[in-house]
């Protein structure tokens, strides 16, 4: 199990010994002045030629949401922050302007494909 501290300044692996249950910490440090490698772009829903953009919880998953033809998202872009999965790269994003209210602000995976960037 992984544990994040809200600032991300570090983080702290946990295991547990299968022998006696006591659980075993191990520190893993990650420095704050570590450089990120990733950065939000804003980019819009283009190219659907019928249906919606899906958003999904995980790459390939079941959708909550669907974006339209010029909706608005910031995307997670860089290092670590996109998965290929069937063939389809998959972007990490988070809904400005979409066709709804009860969308906006929400947070999921979308085919890249159907993504116009800055």
Request: aromatic share 8%; hydrophobic share 35%; charged share 15%.
């Amino acid at each position: 199990m992984k544990i994040h501290n809200i600032l991300g300044s570090c983080s702290i692996t946990a295991s547990v010994l299968l022998a006696t249950s006591i659980p075993f910490i191990t520190p893993s440090i990650e420095p704050a002045t570590a450089q990120r490698t990733w950065s939000w772009r804003t980019c819009r829903v283009s190219g659907l030629q019928q249906g919606r953009l899906a958003v999904r919880p995980e790459p390939g998953g079941e959708p909550f949401a669907g974006l339209d033809n010029g909706n608005i998202v910031e995307a997670m872009i860089g290092t670590g922050k996109f998965i290929h999965h069937n063939n389809i790269l998959w972007y990490y994003v988070r809904v400005v302007q979409g066709p709804n209210s009860q969308v906006n602000g929400r947070e999921g995976w979308v085919n890249a494909d159907y993504l116009t960037c800055e």
